[in-house]
């Protein structure tokens, strides 16, 4: 599962990396650009997720 992880820590990472990217160039495209709360914020540490995989093995009809 540590896979999985990091795979999804990484994901979290690129996910709040491009909100703050898209954050920013709001900032510089003009006046009215309203900044998001800290909680609206999303964060890479991973707190507010888990990793939930789910394995179904279906018998055969034929």
Same mark, same amino acid.
């Given at each position: 599962?540590?896979?999985?992880?990091?795979?999804?820590?990484?994901? %979290?990472?690129?996910?709040?990396?491009?909100?703050?990217?898209?954050?920013?160039?709001?900032?510089?495209?003009?006046? =009215?650009?309203? %900044?998001?709360?800290?909680?609206?914020?999303?964060?890479?540490?991973? =707190?507010?997720? =888990? %990793?939930?995989?789910?394995?179904?093995?279906?018998?055969?009809?034929?």
């Amino acid at each position: 599962m540590s896979h999985y992880d990091e795979l999804l820590r990484k994901a %979290l990472a690129s996910i709040e990396n491009t909100f703050r990217k898209k954050a920013t160039a709001g900032l510089l495209s003009g006046r =009215d650009a309203v %900044l998001p709360t800290a909680k609206e914020t999303p964060e890479a540490d991973g =707190d507010d997720y =888990d %990793l939930v995989t789910w394995l179904v093995i279906l018998e055969s009809k034929s």
